[in-house]
Nanobody, 123 residues
Framework: QVTLVESGGGLVQAGGSHRLSCAAS?????????IGWFRQAPGKEREFVATMNTIGTNIYYAESVKGRFTISRDNAWRTLYLQMNSLKPEGTGEYFC???????????????WGRGTQVTVSS
């Protein structure tokens, strides 16, 4: 059973940078194929932000964050990161770490989720 715990959320000024972390335990590479970040803005559906496979390749970014956000992980696969640069107010929301057995960014295929960490970008 995988456990995902996000941290690092907070209040950030527009244009600034911030890094989120996701501590992962019980991650079985035989069972899960992808890990990634999603976010949910107030009053909106949860959306894909960035994902990678469990080898650390096949990285995908949402168009809205491409060139500004970077997903990465430590070599021991204990922590997943999301480096966010040039933050915009529309980046405000709850950010979630999740894992999937399916190679898809569609949320319906993502099986296990952390509880999220709130990021607020002030203008």
């Amino acid at each position: 059973q995988v456990t995902l715990v996000e941290s690092g959320g907070g209040l950030v000024q527009a244009g600034g940078s911030h890094r989120l972390s996701c501590a992962a335990s019980g991650l079985s590479f035989d069972y899960y194929s992808r890990i990634g970040w999603f976010r949910q803005a107030p009053g909106k559906e949860r959306e894909f932000v960035a994902t990678m496979n469990t080898i650390g390749t096949n990285i995908y970014y949402a168009e809205s964050v491409k060139g500004r956000f970077t997903i990465s992980r430590d070599n021991a696969w204990r922590t997943l990161y999301l480096q966010m640069n040039s933050l915009k107010p529309e980046g405000t929301g709850e950010y979630f770490c999740a894992v999937s057995r399916i190679r898809s960014n569609e949320i319906k295929w993502w099986n296990d989720w952390g509880r999220g960490t709130q990021v607020t970008v002030s203008s």
